[in-house]
């Protein structure tokens, strides 16, 4: 199935949930909304044609306010994008979806922007999930064990945000 | 990773049902960080019923380097030294894996004799990366003479990488659009003579285990996995296709000179530890096949893209003879230029030895990445682990643990 027609049956079948699309790219993406990505990843997974039954990987990258320098080539607005890489292991076709978030929840700074876990529907989700919560700070709503996972549980802040800072010391030990 | 605490309510937290009961007679260990059988640092925290496993907790983070802030400050050659300390016991795979990426997202086309050079040492990594982890589950679970056999080809491997780029373990081999030098008459010479020989080590590592008794019993039936679970907890790699699932990325998704070379995938359908060793054993066969086939059709020709395409370094010849190759040189190696990457985010993945080894790659017109995710196999793998344990004896710890290749280096990053 062409990436035009996958776009339109989702758009279809989740009038509200899809938000845009980028077809030209060199890994073509799908972009939707927090509220509905669970039901479009099952319905991605659960569809007799579609058959997505692997997820390969979750990544966030955060799109930080560029310095001065950069501004003028850089086309975004701060934001912060969760990407999801499905792979369908029948039909051997992979496909990105893509969530956008604000930087902080409701512009508040420290307040992490949230997204529904899809743990529910791959079980691989679990460890992504809380890596890119321990990393680039996005809260999992329903996660099932949603902690840190690569940083110690008492560690502070979020070390793949682009303002993220090193702290003074940890426990002792000097930082920076 | 817990500080100070001793992980009992860990446990109950992590598992609400199992934590309102009040089971006195259940008692926790702590497995590792260190300890001989996890190889390098992990942490398990077992609850046990008597010798029987009832839940298991990894606890991983111990390594954690930070591999993927260090990818968004070392520009796309810089970062190939940082690939080799992931699964540092098949590197080459790993800087294959990167290239591949970093080559997709600039969209550069190399040349015949790399692509075949790239797959000569790809499989050579796989060759090595199954010796040791058959090797070690031999090992864990008392088959030391299997070990050394295993670790005595590991060293004929190490030796054609040395002759081929000079460092033994962290070769840091490929480079942007080429490799760090050509293949030389004398690796040819030395990877001839280990597909020559290495089929006799290989009928003599099978007879040792496959029937083994102590071998076949500690492994058939432990640590199970069905194919939908392979699927829905994302596995990939051996693991995978020991329980029959038949993805491979060399066959579902060519890249470097898979297409051309005939191989077969190997599976199994039992899931279990025996299964997981025999498709390793199965693939480096097929992996000395495939060595066998590019070292024989390896097309002649330059080794890296040409210089026009100002991507990698020019010979020294042309640096120092002709004006064009001193400029390319300049440019390339001055911080402030470098290459020019597209505004585009790209994902790659290779079948590495342990799995599917992926980059995804966010370039933001700089030489270097602007954000560099790695999506290693031995995390989705031990993240599996809990499932695979549970039910079997303390002993079976050590054999699922190996037969899964576990890299604490590349788990953390």
Known sequence: MSGTNLVDQLKAKFPDQVTGADLEAIDPWIAVRPEGLVDVCRFLKEDDQLRFDMLSCITCVDYFEPDEKKAAKVPWDPHLEVVYHLWSVPNKVSLVLKVMLPRWKDDTEGELPEVPSVAGVWRTADWHEREVYDLSGVRFTGHPDHKRILCPEDWVGHPLRKDYELPLEYHGIRGR | ?413
Not at chain 2, 255 to 280: Q, S
Request: glycine share 8%; charged share 25%; proline share 4%.
């Open chain 2, 1 to 413: 990773m817990a500080h100070g605490t001793l992980g009992d309510e860990r446990l109950a937290a992590s598992d609400p049902a199992a934590g309102v009961r009040d089971e006195d007679y259940l008692w926790t260990l702590n497995f590792g960080p260190q300890h001989p059988a996890t190889h390098t640092t992990l942490r398990l925290l077992l609850k046990l019923d008597g010798e029987r496993v009832v839940d298991a907790v990894p606890d991983i983070g111990y390594l954690h380097s930070g591999f993927e802030k260090i990818g968004e400050k070392l520009d796309f050659n810089q970062y190939v030294t940082v690939t080799d300390r992931m699964n540092y016991i098949s590197p080459m795979a790993n800087n294959v894996a990167w290239h591949h990426a970093v080559e997709k997202l600039l969209g550069i086309e190399i040349t015949p004799r790399c692509v075949y050079v790239r797959t000569i040492i790809a499989e050579l990594a796989r060759i090595s990366d199954h010796l040791l982890s058959n090797g070690a589950v031999g090992l864990d679970v008392g088959a030391f003479t299997f070990f050394l056999y295993a670790f005595y080809q590991r060293e004929v491997i190490y030796d054609i990488f040395e002759t081929l780029c000079g460092a033994r373990f962290t070769n840091s081999y490929t480079r942007t659009g080429g490799v760090m030098h050509d293949m030389t008459p004398m690796v040819i010479e030395k990877i001839r003579n280990f597909v020559r020989t290495f089929p006799k080590t290989l009928d003599d590592m099978e007879r040792l285990l496959n029937r083994n008794r102590i071998f076949v019993d500690r492994t058939k039936g432990v640590g199970v996995l069905t194919k939908e679970e392979a699927i829905n907890r994302s596995c990939t790699g051996p693991v995978a296709r020991a329980s029959g699932v038949t993805r491979d990325v060399r066959k579902d998704d060519p890249y470097l000179a898979y297409a051309d070379l005939d191989f077969k995938v190997c599976c199994a359908t039992e899931g279990d530890c025996f299964a997981r060793y025999l498709v390793r054993m199965a693939e480096m066969r097929e992996s000395l096949r495939l060595v066998e086939q590019a070292v024989e059709n390896l097309p002649s020709g330059p080794v890296d893209v040409g210089m026009d395409e100002r991507i990698a370094l020019p010979t020294k010849e042309q640096v120092y003879n002709s004006i064009e190759g001193t400029i390319a040189h300049f440019e390339l190696v001055m911080s402030n230029r470098g290459f020019e990457t597209p505004e585009e985010e790209i994902y790659a993945a290779i079948e590495a030895p342990n799995g599917e080894l992926g980059f995804y790659l966010v370039g933001d017109g700089s030489a270097v990445a602007y954000r560099a995710r790695c999506r290693p196999p031995s995390y989705i793998h031990f993240a599996v682990f809990p499932h695979l344990i549970r039910g079997h004896t303390l002993s079976d710890v050590v054999a699922v643990l190996g037969s899964l290749n576990i890299i604490a280096a590349e788990l953390d990053r």
